[in-house]
């Protein structure tokens, strides 16, 4: 899938994000090594803290479905910075593919391709539990 197609499946996520408190619609589109795409949004809880962003949405679809290896996930929302994944999140995505890429994209089409690693450089991983 190009880089067009898959930040496509993460805006269009972006309507079906449930954000009644923060107004902020986070879609996320989930590439896995075979190609399959998970797609996922925020889905915001009135607690707040049981919240879950978009990214981990498509990761934990993903994960329950049995695949756990990851090319790139694509991210969008609908300002036009960009709006990379937080710590929680890059540390759930680091857990099964610490080498994936990551991709921002904005509403006028902007688009910038991270890697994970410097995303989160001195990852804690499952190695070092061993
Ligand atoms: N959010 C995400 O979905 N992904 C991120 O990486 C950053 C933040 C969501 C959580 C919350 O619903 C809203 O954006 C505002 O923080």
């Given at each position: ?9 993460a ?62 996930i694509?991210?969008?929302?609908r ?11 890059r ?19 902007k ?11 001195y ?8």
């Amino acid at each position: 899938m190009s880089t067009e197609e898959l930040c496509q499946r993460a805006v269009a996520m972006l309507d079906l994000a449930y954000v009644p408190y923060s107004h902020f619609p986070v879609g996320a589109a989930l590439e896995c090594e075979d190609g399959t795409v998970f797609t996922g949004c925020n889905i915001e809880n009135a607690a707040y803290g049981p919240t879950n962003c978009a990214e981990r949405t498509a990761v934990f679809k993903a994960v329950s479905e049995g695949y756990r290896c990851f090319t790139r996930i694509a991210i969008a929302s609908r300002s036009e910075e960009f709006c990379p994944p937080c710590g929680v999140c890059r540390q759930v995505l680091a857990e099964f593919s610490p080498d994936m890429d990551v991709l921002l994209t904005t509403p006028s089409g902007k688009t910038k391709t991270l890697s994970l690693r410097e995303l989160l450089p001195y990852t804690f991983a499952s190695a070092m539990l061993e």
